[in-house]
């Protein structure tokens, strides 16, 4: 099995900032792509940042300038740097990573999700 584990969560005023954390651990032979997502109450999961293994990034354009993503292949985790936070920003963050397991198959996982919340 695979196992996604956020830390990092929680609150924070207006124009702070936060680091999340996401380690990947189990029965992994690479992972390839790993991202963050985020889902506010009462509307859809949406994209926040994705990385490559080579470290090749996307992000939403409402975050664009404010946060970064990075991650340690090593140590197959990924990182979200939150800053110049909005009350817009606050939701439930999830990790999510595609990994090929050590069967040799590909499987995409999620986290537990981490709560944010920004109070203005």
């Known amino acids: 099995q695979v196992q996604l584990v956020e830390s990092g969560g929680g609150l924070v005023q207006a124009g702070g900032s936060l680091r999340l954390s996401c380690a990947a651990s189990g029965s992994i032979f690479s992972i390839n792509a790993m991202g963050w997502y985020r889902q506010a109450p009462g509307k859809q999961r949406e994209l926040v940042a994705t990385i490559t293994t080579g470290g090749s990034t996307n992000y939403a354009d409402s975050v664009k300038g404010r946060f970064t993503i990075s991650r340690d292949n090593a140590k197959n985790t990924v990182y979200l740097q939150m800053n110049s936070l909005k009350p817009e920003d606050t939701a439930v963050y999830y990790c999510?990573?595609?990994?090929?397991?050590?069967?040799?198959?590909?499987?995409?996982?999620w986290g537990q999700g981490t709560q944010v919340t920004v109070s203005s």
């Open positions: 999510n990573a595609d990994v090929m397991r050590t069967t040799m198959r590909w499987y995409d996982y």
